[in-house]
């Protein structure tokens, strides 16, 4: 008996299976590869970005008395609420919040946001104003013109001229000293008011800039010099002012220059234009600055 035709059936069905089970060995890789892409691609989109180089935001507090918005370079604490905001991105635009001196918002692309802040009337609120012309000057002889005001507590380079601490209610009527107690905590990090009073009170006080003694030592960059700065190398010799240093000399004023004790950064103001120098400090202090050669 024959058995050629069975045999050929038998082939082509172990053919046609094997087939079919590739088939679906390659559906299924493709599928699964296909998903994982998926799956990669919603994470890239998904990860947070770093926009700390792409976020442009400028703040303004408006002024309660006229329609000023004074532009500020810190965000300040206090009572402060939103008035309003807007932004070139819709995402930051309907999450932007303020907060606690913060402010805050989402978004996934660069951005640029203006925020209005607006200060609110609590029972007791504080006023800080600051006068950096009229230095080391007592309250009697300063000009109120040169006062501006600030929304964080001035650094101890600034004297508080307590005489002329002025307080009303918040209808606008003054008060005598009788009325509340009024104090700056000078030991406190940043300093501190402390007001003891029963009303609802607005009080206004105010801040002179004064200068400790300053000695300060000026040289330029010269292989001939004996001085060193640093581990740079480098030579300087001492002159008696910078009008002996040429024009074409740099000064950097965070890595050239060393005061005993140190001084902050905010406190040592160096104006390029006129080639002067103004250093604030709590106590006598000792400065060196440097100014390099063109290289």
């Given at each position: ?54 976020v442009n935001l400028s703040v303004c507090i408006r002024n309660l008395n006229n329609d000023d918005c004074k532009p500020v370079s810190e965000i300040p604490n206090g009572p402060f609420k939103l008035k309003t905001a807007s932004c070139d991105n819709k995402v930051a635009q309907d999450s932007i919040t303020y907060e606690n001196g913060k402010i805050s918002f989402t978004a996934n692309d ?186």
């Amino acid at each position: 008996m024959k058995k050629n035709g069975f045999i050929s059936t038998t082939l082509i069905y172990t053919f046609f299976t094997t087939f079919l089970l590739l088939l679906v060995f390659l559906l299924n890789s493709y599928a699964r590869t296909d998903f994982i892409t998926e799956q990669i691609k919603e994470e890239i989109k998904n990860e947070p970005k770093d926009l700390s180089n792409d976020v442009n935001l400028s703040v303004c507090i408006r002024n309660l008395n006229n329609d000023d918005c004074k532009p500020v370079s810190e965000i300040p604490n206090g009572p402060f609420k939103l008035k309003t905001a807007s932004c070139d991105n819709k995402v930051a635009q309907d999450s932007i919040t303020y907060e606690n001196g913060k402010i805050s918002f989402t978004a996934n692309d660069k951005v640029n946001c203006s925020v209005e802040l607006i200060q609110e009337l609590l029972d007791i609120n504080i006023n800080i104003f600051i006068n950096n012309k009229d230095k080391n000057k007592e309250a009697k002889e300063v000009s109120m013109d040169n006062f501006e005001q600030v929304y964080n507590m001035p650094n101890k380079t600034y004297t508080y001229l307590e005489a002329l601490t002025k307080c009303t209610t918040l209808a606008g009527v003054t008060l005598d000293s009788t009325n509340y107690n009024l104090t700056l905590n000078e030991s406190a990090n940043p300093r501190e008011f402390e007001l003891q009073t029963d009303e609802q009170i607005i009080c206004n006080t105010y801040f002179v800039r004064k200068s400790a003694d300053i000695e300060l030592h000026i040289f330029k960059e010269d292989s001939n010099g004996t001085n060193l700065l640093n581990d740079t190398g480098k030579k300087y010799l001492k002159v008696n002012s910078v009008n002996e240093i040429p024009t074409n000399f740099t000064f950097d004023k965070i890595n050239n220059r060393v005061c005993t004790p140190p001084v902050d950064e905010e406190n040592f103001i160096y104006n390029s234009s006129s080639r002067t120098f103004e250093i604030y400090a709590t106590e006598k202090t000792e400065c060196s600055v440097y100014f390099n050669s063109p290289s």
